[in-house]
T-cell receptor
């Protein structure tokens, strides 16, 4: 149980284009999903918290107009990198927290999406 | 977000040796978590700790939630080559929207 998928697993795009990444919780409902970015040999850095049916909460320094997040259902959140530039190349990982009525439930991570912007 | 202090940053050990890594924080947490990340993959949860002082095992892995709620350690006994990867600690505080604060990671390399 508690499986999270991401699609695509990797993507290469030209500078200036937009890229959409999907995060799905396969066997549970997630009112909250999280988006992280990880640069090589570094830890995971939280970008934003995605809440189903409401606007995402972005961490300081993360441009909300550049990284569009939509949490349309209890099992799907999408991250769109708009007008991508080479510095946006990174490993993007989502996580989902099952809602069981217990705020102590932990997060389960997707396999990540590697983005390379040329 | 703020990172936890995780040490060591890397370890290169012989197969069969025991491994110990730890995390410390200036903030208290309600939950401590330990994840393992293989190259090109997302983190996989190894052990979750929910109470101060709690000691939990998962096979050859043992982790403890520090009494002060500001630290945790992870031990791996009798390491094997497949233990290679990056281990991350993470702290979770309920009143912070359940966001995770990650340590910098410990890169483990095991020599057969």
């Amino acid at each position: 149980g508690a499986v999270v998928s991401q699609h695509p697993s990797w993507v290469i795009c030209k500078s200036g284009t937009s890229v959409k990444i999907e995060c799905r919780s396969l066997d549970f409902q997630a009112t909250t999903m999280f988006w992280y970015r990880q640069f090589p040999k570094q830890s995971l850095m939280l970008m934003a918290t995605s809440n189903e049916g409401s606007k995402a909460t972005y961490e300081q320094g993360v441009e909300k107009d550049k990284f569009l997040i939509n949490h349309a259902s209890l099992t799907l959140s999408t991250l769109t990198v708009t007008s991508a530039h080479p510095e946006d190349s990174s490993f993007y990982i989502c996580s989902a927290r099952p809602w069981t009525g217990d705020w102590g439930e932990t997060q389960y991570f997707g396999p990540g999406t590697r983005l390379l912007v040329l | 977000g703020q990172q936890l202090n995780q040490s060591p940053q890397s370890m290169f050990i012989q197969e069969g040796e025991d491994v110990s890594m730890n995390c410390t924080s200036s903030s208290i947490f309600n939950t401590w978590l330990w994840y393992k990340q293989d190259p090109g993959e997302g983190p996989v949860l190894l052990i979750a700790l929910y109470k101060a002082g709690e000691l939990t095992s998962n096979g050859r892995l043992t982790a403890q939630f520090g009494i002060t709620r500001k630290d945790s350690f992870l031990n791996i006994s009798a390491s094997i080559p497949s233990d290679v990867g990056i281990y991350f600690c993470a702290g979770q505080f309920m009143n912070a929207g359940n966001m995770l604060t990650f340590g910098g990671g410990t890169r483990l390399m095991v020599k057969p």
